[in-house]
């Protein structure tokens, strides 16, 4: 049994962009500010964790969780 990497996507305090958090990325966090940063920070957070299971939680300003995403993790090399 694998186990399973939680990621955290919080708005930056300084109000441009989010942060994708966690203890499996390789510096503990990204920052992403583009038009489409929440969007794209699931995809990084799925990509990340490929091959584990994976709990992505979005949260809005107030500290409260708006969105939750659920990854299987089954990448399979060819």
Known sequence: ??????????????KRGVDLISGVLPFGSLWYAEPNA??????DAKFFSRSHPAV??????????????????KFKEA
Do not use: L, W
């Not at 049994?1 to 300084?14: A, L, N």
């Not at 939680?57 to 659920?70: G, L």
């Open 56 to 73: 992505i939680r979005v949260y809005d300003e107030a500290d409260n969780v708006i969105e939750t995403h659920k990854h299987a993790g």
């Open 38 to 43: 929440v969007s794209n920070a699931i995809f």
């Open 1 to 14: 049994m694998q186990p399973t990497h939680v990621y955290e996507i919080r708005p930056r305090e300084d």
